[in-house]
């Protein structure tokens, strides 16, 4: 069963007739705990809040589909100027344990990959182990850690000889 899950899986984009489904999944207890502002996300504020996100250029935002079922959803805060992707992402209770969470983020790779981003940021909780495998396992690097926080980073484009990458990020540094 796990493996048809898997292999009908495809991204699709937000759209704010989402905002049930995505208040179900951001409310759910695990997701919530694993979240740096904990506190549950009120109705009114999660509304004006996907109004604001599906409109936001620097915001990709799918939902994952498994034929016909949402199964889980994505999205990656990017910086205007440097091009850098930060991932939220979260898996409906019922699949995990089946892969889709490496899977999303193998998908979401792809999307940022055709939107020109440079580099992919995760930021996890310690505990949240889960999450972490998902990372590593799909080829981000710890770059940072604390007692409570881990930093997971995937660079997306190939660094020259020279050290220096075409783009924005780049220009702005150097
Ligand atoms: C984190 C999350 C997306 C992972 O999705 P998932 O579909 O369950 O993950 P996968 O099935 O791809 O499995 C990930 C790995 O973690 C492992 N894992 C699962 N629960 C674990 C736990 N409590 N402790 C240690 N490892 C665990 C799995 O065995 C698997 O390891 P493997 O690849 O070596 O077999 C999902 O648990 C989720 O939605 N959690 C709530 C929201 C959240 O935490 N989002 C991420 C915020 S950074």
Not at 29 to 48: D, I, M, Y
Not at 77 to 96: A, L, N, P, V
Request: glycine share 8%; proline share 3%; with cysteine.
């Amino acid at each position: 069963m796990s493996i048809n899950i898997a292999e009908n899986s495809y991204l699709r984009p937000v759209t704010e007739t989402d905002a049930k489904q995505l208040f179900e999944w951001t409310n759910e207890a695990e997701t919530r705990k694993n979240s740096f502002s904990s506190e549950p996300v009120l109705w009114e504020n999660h509304v004006q809040w996907l109004k604001k996100k599906v409109a936001d250029k620097n915001c990709l935002f799918y939902i994952m589909m498994s034929g016909e079922s949402p199964v889980g959803t994505v999205r990656l805060d990017m910086d205007d100027e440097s091009r850098i992707g930060t991932i939220s992402y979260s898996i409906d209770k019922q699949f995990r344990g089946m892969g889709l969470g490496g899977m999303i983020l193998a998908l979401v790779e792809e999307k940022a990959k055709e939107a020109g981003v440079q580099s992919l940021t995760g930021e996890v909780k310690l505990e949240n182990k889960a999450s972490g495998k998902c990372f590593l396992k799909n080829g981000y690097q710890l770059v940072e850690e604390n007692p409570t926080e881990l930093m997971y980073r995937k660079c997306l484009s190939k660094v020259p000889e020279h050290g220096k990458l075409d783009g924005d990020v780049f220009r702005k540094e150097n």
